[in-house]
């Protein structure tokens, strides 16, 4: 089992950076965040698997920046924000698992509790 701690929400200006921190109890392998605006679905806005590359939703690619330390700490640098990046966003993990299978659409069993970006116009 694994516990995940989102921090570092909050209100902005637009145009404004905010950076997202998810503590993890024990080791990820695939760490993502995700994000839930109100009305709308859940969407996958950027994942990383260890040792590799983020992938990103093309409404944030070039804006937010996934990263991960020692393998438990996984942060969300995200500038140049817009209204419409208002959200809950969740980081969320998963155990040992293929590359292949971290992605924007993977299944991720662990979730974090959600941290609220608001950005105004």
């Known amino acids: 089992q694994v516990q995940l701690v989102e921090s570092g929400g909050g209100s902005v200006q637009a145009g404004g950076s905010l950076r997202l921190s998810c503590a993890a109890s024990?080791?990820?392998?695939?760490v993502g965040w995700f994000r839930q605006a109100p009305g709308k679905e859940r969407e996958g806005v950027a994942v990383l698997f260890v040792g590799g590359n983020g992938m990103y939703h093309a409404s944030v690619n070039g804006r937010f920046t996934i990263s991960q330390q020692y393998n438990k700490n996984t942060y969300l640098q995200m500038n140049s924000l817009k209204p419409e990046d208002t959200a809950i966003y969740y980081c969320?993990?998963?155990?040992?698992?293929?590359?292949?299978?971290?992605?924007?659409?993977?299944?991720?069993?662990?979730w974090g509790q959600g941290t609220q970006v608001t950005v105004a116009s």
């Open positions: 969320a993990a998963t155990g040992l698992i293929s590359g292949q299978y971290c992605t924007l659409d993977g299944h991720f069993p662990y």
């Open positions: 024990t080791n990820t392998y695939c």
